[in-house]
């Protein structure tokens, strides 16, 4: 994924209204929900997301497999 397509999915993900979680999955088959739209951070192509008990999560473009939600209707710039 390259880092522009990684800044633009996070984006539409973010600005749902309302907002609702969403599923990332890594290629090393790790997956998280992003629970929270205050608890992710993305630039460049890298993203923070701060967890349950406050556990960061660090990920980039390169290691993500795909997004998982609903973005049917939702304009992706």
Known sequence: MT???F???LAAFRQR???RPFTVVLHSGSRFE???LGALVARD???VFV???GVP???DHEGVEQ???DLSGQPTE
Do not use: E, I, L, R
């Open 34 to 36: 992003v629970d929270h």
């Open 7 to 9: 800044d633009k999915t």
């Open 17 to 19: 209204s309302p907002y």
């Open 51 to 53: 967890g349950p008990g």
């Open 57 to 59: 999560v660090v990920f």
């Open 3 to 5: 880092a522009d397509s």
């Open 67 to 69: 997004f998982v939600g």
């Open 45 to 47: 192509g890298v993203a």
